[in-house]
């Protein structure tokens, strides 16, 4: 029989990696509410044509990477590939306009594309995200690149390079296309075949081509830069006044255009150079017509997303994630088969108390269930005997040690919460 895996482009988590994540995710989750994001969780698939209107038809992800099924209603839903679309769907469903002049939501989960799996490229993979709705001043650009950039920092990153650059607004982006157009159009035979289809169907796209070749056309070409109009111009003069203002560096880079047909004006990414060809940590910019392009009025928006897998892999390069157990704090050591129940019942109060806790199996000698525990990584044990417990005493061994101490089962659970640290387990474990 074939062996069924994970389907290409996907991956599990284990449980150490697993709790890496959940560590990755508290700290990212932490940050986000800090900078007053609130969290929204919308449905991993949505009608099709929302990515279509919302990422554009001419674009990489809507021509050719989205996972689009039609269902039995003969509905067709597409995966998410993104999730700024889906927030804004929501934004407008919802009317969050009505309820404040300005939103900020944040987003975490997993997103889909059909790509060529290679390093830091994957067909499910995760962002976290953040969409501020409604504040058309540079300052909202700015706010988010540094929030972007102060998160990985107080993730203990460095070496991160900030791209940056504006596409200006579909006005001066016309004047921009047609001059392009005609620099393109002079070297058409030279372009990639791809670039070719680009050139007459959206010559932005040229500007993205990873090909050596294109890559040298493209170097040639004009910069959007020399065609910006006054108010998109003084815009992206005040994004980078804020950010110089605050100490935040930057590299201008006037052929950054992102894959992505809904930006205006600023656009950025936030790159790891040791990453790799997938070198963006995270990308975004401005959307001020999405909004009204999804069904909705005229609200401005900006944010940006991070791919977590890199994030991930930059920490892992780092060194900044740190030890995590997944070990119990406590494992329970019957001394006898007799006093399963005994511990059983101690095992649950604990538990129920919030502390993480293992048993171990009475019917083996006490060496055995110490190799278990110490397998297990438990922080501590709790060791049952019978004479002892008559006497309504226990035995805790710190496992780093080996010391021991006898305590009185009465307030046990008041003893326990003294001495056991509960920095095991990175998950919350007890609620406020
Ligand atoms: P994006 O540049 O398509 O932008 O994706 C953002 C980040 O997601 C990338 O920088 C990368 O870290 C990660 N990413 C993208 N595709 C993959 C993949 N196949 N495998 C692994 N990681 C990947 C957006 O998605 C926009 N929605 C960002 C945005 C939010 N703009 C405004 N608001």
């Not at 203990?156 to 393109?184: D, M």
């Not at 040229?206 to 493209?218: A, F, G, N, T």
């Not at 050591?333 to 806790?357: C, D, I, K, M, N």
């Amino acid at each position: 029989m074939n062996l069924i895996t994970a389907p290409r482009g996907t991956f599990d988590l284990m449980p150490q990696q697993a709790l890496a994540w959940q560590w990755m995710e508290t700290k990212i989750r932490a940050v986000l509410q800090a900078y007053g994001y609130g969290e929204i969780r919308t449905p991993i698939f949505e009608h099709t044509e929302l990515f279509q209107r919302g990422i554009g038809e001419t674009t990489d992800i809507v021509e050719k990477e989205m996972y689009t099924l039609t269902d039995k209603g003969g509905r067709s839903l597409t995966l998410r590939p993104e999730g700024t679309a889906s927030v804004v769907r929501a934004y407008i469903e919802h009317k969050l306009y009505a309820q404040a002049p300005v939103t900020k939501l944040y987003y975490i989960g997993p997103m889909f594309r059909q790509e060529r799996p290679q390093a830091g490229r994957f067909r499910q993979f995760h962002q976290f995200g953040v969409e501020l709705l409604g504040e058309e001043s540079p300052v909202a650009d700015a706010e988010v690149i540094i929030l972007a950039h102060d998160l990985y920092r107080q993730l203990g990153l460095t070496e991160l390079e900030i791209h940056l650059n504006t596409v200006g607004c579909p006005h001066c982006r016309q004047a921009y296309k047609a001059a392009l157009t005609s620099a393109l159009a002079a070297v058409a035979e030279q372009l990639c075949s791809t670039c070719r289809v680009r050139l007459e169907r959206n010559p932005l796209r040229v500007l993205d081509c990873k090909s050596p070749v294109c890559q040298e056309l493209i170097g040639r070409v004009p910069s959007i830069h020399n065609y910006l109009c006054a108010d998109c111009r003084d815009h992206f003069d005040r994004v980078t006044t804020l950010l110089e203002q605050v100490g935040v560096k930057y590299e201008l880079s006037p052929k950054l255009v992102r894959g992505l047909d809904y930006y205006t004006r600023t656009v950025f990414e936030i790159i790891n150079v040791n990453l790799g060809a997938q070198n963006a940590l995270c990308g975004g910019g401005r959307y001020d017509g999405l909004v009204e392009e999804c069904g909705g009025p005229a609200v401005p928006g900006v944010g940006f997303a991070s791919g977590i897998e890199r994030l991930f892999t930059t920490l892992e390069q780092q060194k900044k994630i740190p030890a995590l157990t997944s070990g119990p704090q406590l494992y329970v050591v019957p001394l006898g088969e007799e006093l399963t129940v005994v511990a059983f019942e101690v095992a649950t109060v604990l538990r129920r108390q919030g502390f993480s806790v293992e048993m171990g199996n009475g019917t083996k000698s006490l060496k055995a269930q110490l190799k278990t525990a110490h397998k297990a990584g438990a922080a501590y044990t709790l060791i049952i005997g019978e004479d002892e417990w008559r006497e309504g005493q226990v035995t805790l061994k710190t496992m780093a040690d080996g010391s021991q101490k006898r305590l009185p089962v009465s307030g046990l659970v008041a003893e326990i919460a003294k001495l056991v640290s509960l920095q095991g387990p990175q998950v919350p474990l007890r609620e406020e």
